[in-house]
């Protein structure tokens, strides 16, 4: 045999001790984990991007898949398999146009502030509103705005990439896409451009850390609306009548 060959085969002999080392850490593991965290297992001489993107083809015809969002990696039931693992019928809350609205003006302008929000959207955003969002986990605070009155800055969460199947926020579709799938009617305004959205954990140097209580005194000179779905309709209203 020659020495090539015998290198190749220590080479994947290595490489499948690894898979394997990678794929019981992940079916341990009871929440997403770190790539820097699995790479502390490996074998020396091994990138674990290599690793991980090998298991993820090895399951990608199986019942259930790898997937990696940011930098963390976990395994999930196949899509086409998840409606025979399901025991109850959930009827899924929808939202509010309002809230799909601020949705997106954050996935994609963020780091941004309620301010910010409501010049993009032309109305007021109801405290309700915000809230749902920050409830169901895919808005975040980021931090305060260095600017008079320091106001939050929001951003979307690891929770918004899983929902939506993205593994960065770079995945969301650009101006393109969208038209592609009918999301604008019409001429646009000229120069028009979708930013290029991004979510860094790292504070921009616009931004200053969140001190305790933040959210609390952020929506004190608010006006607490009676019923937050009302207010999403009036917004909604005010919107169409434009």
Same mark, same amino acid.
């Given at each position: 045999?020659?020495?090539?060959?015998?290198?190749?085969?220590?080479?994947?002999?290595?490489?499948?001790?690894?898979?394997?080392?990678?794929?019981?850490?992940?079916?341990?593991?009871?929440?997403?984990?770190?790539?820097?965290?699995?790479?502390?297992?490996?074998?020396?001489?091994?990138?674990?991007?290599?690793?991980?993107?090998?298991?993820?083809?090895?399951?990608?015809?199986?019942?259930?898949?790898?997937?990696?969002?940011?930098?963390?990696?976990?395994?999930?039931?196949?899509?086409?398999?998840?409606?025979?693992?399901?025991?109850?019928?959930?009827?899924?809350?929808?939202?509010?146009?309002?809230?799909?609205?601020?949705?997106?003006?954050?996935?994609?302008?963020?780091?941004?502030?309620?301010?910010?929000?409501?010049?993009?959207?032309?109305?007021?955003?109801?405290?309700?509103?915000?809230?749902?969002?920050?409830?169901?986990?895919?808005?975040?605070?980021?931090?305060?705005?260095?600017?008079?009155?320091?106001?939050?800055?929001?951003?979307?969460?690891?929770?918004?990439?899983?929902?939506? %199947?993205?593994?960065?926020?770079?995945?969301?579709? %650009?101006?393109?896409?969208?038209?592609?799938?009918?999301?604008?009617?019409?001429?646009?305004?000229?120069?028009?451009?979708?930013?290029?959205?991004?979510?860094?954990?790292?504070?921009?140097?616009?931004?200053?850390?969140?001190?305790? %209580?933040?959210?609390?005194?952020?929506?004190?000179?608010?006006?607490?609306?009676?019923?937050?779905?009302?207010?999403?309709?009036?917004?909604?209203?005010?919107?169409?009548?434009?």
């Amino acid at each position: 045999m020659f020495a090539d060959d015998r290198e190749r085969e220590t080479d994947a002999a290595l490489l499948g001790e690894a898979m394997r080392i990678a794929e019981a850490m992940l079916f341990a593991a009871s929440e997403p984990l770190e790539e820097a965290e699995i790479a502390r297992r490996m074998p020396e001489g091994l990138e674990v991007a290599t690793v991980l993107s090998r298991l993820k083809q090895d399951y990608a015809a199986r019942g259930v898949n790898l997937m990696r969002v940011g930098k963390k990696w976990f395994f999930r039931t196949a899509a086409d398999l998840g409606w025979l693992l399901s025991k109850d019928i959930v009827e899924p809350r929808k939202l509010s146009r309002a809230a799909l609205e601020t949705l997106a003006i954050i996935a994609y302008h963020q780091p941004v502030t309620r301010a910010e929000i409501e010049d993009i959207r032309g109305v007021a955003i109801s405290k309700g509103t915000m809230d749902v969002l920050i409830e169901t986990g895919w808005v975040r605070l980021r931090g305060r705005r260095r600017a008079p009155g320091r106001p939050l800055t929001y951003g979307t969460s690891e929770a918004f990439l899983m929902h939506f %199947g993205l593994e960065a926020i770079g995945d969301l579709p %650009g101006l393109e896409e969208l038209k592609g799938a009918g999301l604008f009617d019409g001429p646009l305004p000229q120069n028009f451009v979708v930013p290029q959205p991004r979510d860094d954990l790292a504070l921009m140097e616009d931004e200053d850390p969140l001190d305790e %209580g933040a959210e609390a005194r952020d929506d004190e000179s608010l006006p607490e609306p009676e019923e937050s779905n009302e207010m999403d309709a009036l917004e909604d209203e005010s919107l169409e009548d434009e």
